[in-house]
């Protein structure tokens, strides 16, 4: 478990998302619908941050990214570059394990149409700002998309013009952590080729480089 400071699994502070995840209850009643706890090695030098839980991934089954497309990509990326047991995940009870890596979400709730408020990133971002303080000296940060880039400059109280949000790009952070860049990998940007999986296993090559300089 997760000290509460960095994981509440029952905030029901964003009432739009409180009130959004009654309703996919009702409609699913064996989702999960509530707040996603981070999933991973506690102690570890990579730490994945998404932007929010997927509608019929990790807010069915409880886990970050579990269930989407997004997900088949990055669990296969976390196996191929040795930080995950399985190139796959298939439920919050499987015997997957990550080594040395950590998944978590900007927004710990889903939102209507995957779409966050500027109000709601900022009211989840003290949540990450305190799982950022428990990583390790130059622990490694791997946003997936400009949101997730975004909230970890908010929490480190950076202005979000200091650093452009760019593919498979670092910067040293205040604390001698990096913030490295990727696109995500959601199924938009499978399909349109913005991201391709040659330029998803760059950017792994690239963390672990920086993980181990």
């Known amino acids: 478990m997760f000290p509460k400071q960095v994981f509440d699994s029952e905030c029901r502070k964003c009432k739009r998302l409180d009130k959004f995840l009654g309703e996919v209850k009702q409609k699913h009643p064996d989702y999960h619908a509530r707040p996603v706890a981070p999933f991973g090695d506690k102690n570890a030098s990579l730490l994945i941050v998404g932007l929010a839980p997927g ?17 088949i990509w990055l669990y296969k990326a976390l196996y191929d570059f040795g930080f995950a047991s399985h190139a796959d995940s298939e439920s ?6 990550l080594t040395n890596c950590r998944i978590t979400n900007a927004v710990k ?4 149409q995957n779409k966050p408020t500027a ?16 990583l390790p000296e130059k622990a490694v940060i791997l946003v997936l998309g400009s949101i997730a880039h ?6 480190y109280g950076l ?3 200091s650093v452009k949000f760019a593919h498979n790009q670092s910067f040293q952070l205040p604390d001698k ?8 990998c959601s199924r938009y940007n499978q399909q349109t080729k913005r991201l391709t999986p040659e330029m998803f ?3 792994f090559v690239t963390a672990n480089q920086l993980i181990k300089s």
Do not use: W
Request: charged share 20%; glycine share 6%.
């Open 177 to 184: 952590r990096i913030l490295l860049s990727s696109y995500h």
């Open 119 to 134: 109000r709601e990133v900022n009211q989840c971002n003290h949540f990450l700002a305190e799982e950022i303080t428990m």
């Open 55 to 71: 509608m019929h991934g990790a807010n069915a089954s409880g886990r970050p990214f579990i269930g989407d497309a997004s997900g």
């Open 201 to 203: 296993a760059e950017v």
């Open 92 to 97: 919050f009870n499987d015997d997957l394990v």
């Open 159 to 161: 202005k979000l013009s």
């Open 150 to 155: 975004q909230s970890v400059l908010k929490a």
């Open 109 to 112: 709730c889903l939102p209507p």
